[in-house]
């Protein structure tokens, strides 16, 4: 079992920055896979960035150039830095750990950027 604990989130105006935070109950080394994935309002969740255990990167091209996974693993955590922010990044963003078969999620944090 991996919990995930998400923060960060809030209200940020356009070509702002925040740096989202994804707290793991386990080691990252042991994760396959950590992602961030976004749902903004009326829409499906979509893949926002990954990171693969052995420190591989990548990213939709809508946020490339923009956004960072990056992880701290003497604290399990993993951040997404968020970026030249537009009101398009609106949404709720979620932390989600691959280990084996199995697949867990956070609860959300809520990016606002206003148009």
């Known amino acids: 079992q991996v919990q995930l604990v998400e923060s960060g989130g809030g209200l940020v105006q356009a070509r702002g920055s925040l740096r989202l935070s994804c707290a793991a109950s386990?080691?990252?080394?042991?994760?396959?896979?950590i992602r961030w994935y976004r749902q903004p309002p009326g829409n499906e969740r979509e893949l926002v960035a990954a990171?693969?255990?052995?420190?591989?990167?990548a990213y939709a091209d809508s946020v490339k150039g923009r956004f960072t996974i990056s992880s701290d693993n003497a604290k399990n955590t993993v951040y997404l830095q968020m970026n030249s922010l537009n009101p398009e990044d609106s949404a709720v963003y979620y932390c989600?750990?691959?280990?084996?078969?199995?697949?867990?999620w956070g609860q959300g944090t809520q990016v606002t950027v206003p148009s």
């Open positions: 386990t080691s990252i080394f042991d994760i396959d896979f």
């Open positions: 990171r693969t255990s052995m420190g591989s990167k």
């Open positions: 989600n750990a691959i280990k084996g078969s199995n697949s867990y």
